[in-house]
Nanobody, 121 residues
Framework: QVQLVESGGGLVQAGGSLRLSCAAS????????MGWFRQGLGKEREFIARIPWSGGSPYYADSVKGRFTISRDNAKKTVYLQMNSLKFEDTATYYC??????????????WGQGTQVTVSS
């Protein structure tokens, strides 16, 4: 099993920045990489960004490309999401997820508990 714990959410004004962190523990060696998703009130869960533990490049949803940056610290088994130029529509609960080796990014096996990001207009 893999456990994921997010932190860093909060309230920010439009145009501001936040950085989310997600610390992984447990059998992280069984995972290929990690990503971020979000779900706004009354909306479906949406993919935001992903990054493999090694090799490959980060990948972003068009809605956040150029504003959000995903990065990793392999030694700490932690993934970060730097969010800049935040917009009201970025308001959502943000979830960290991990994909097992050989799994699909579209359906990660492991999820964090979520952290709320609220952007005031």
């Amino acid at each position: 099993q893999v456990q994921l714990v997010e932190s860093g959410g909060g309230l920010v004004q439009a145009g501001g920045s936040l950085r989310l962190s997600c610390a992984a523990s447990g059998r992280t060696s069984s995972t290929h990489g990690m990503g971020w998703f979000r779900q706004g009130l009354g909306k479906e869960r949406e993919f935001i960004a992903r990054i493999p533990w090694s090799g490959g490049s980060p990948y972003y949803a068009d809605s956040v490309k150029g504003r959000f940056t995903i990065s990793r610290d392999n030694a700490k088994k932690t993934v970060y999401l730097q969010m800049n130029s935040l917009k009201f529509e970025d308001t959502a609960t943000y979830y960290c997820a991990a994909v097992r080796a050989g799994g699909l990014w579209s359906c990660p096996e492991y999820w964090g508990q979520g952290t709320q990001v609220t952007v005031s207009s």
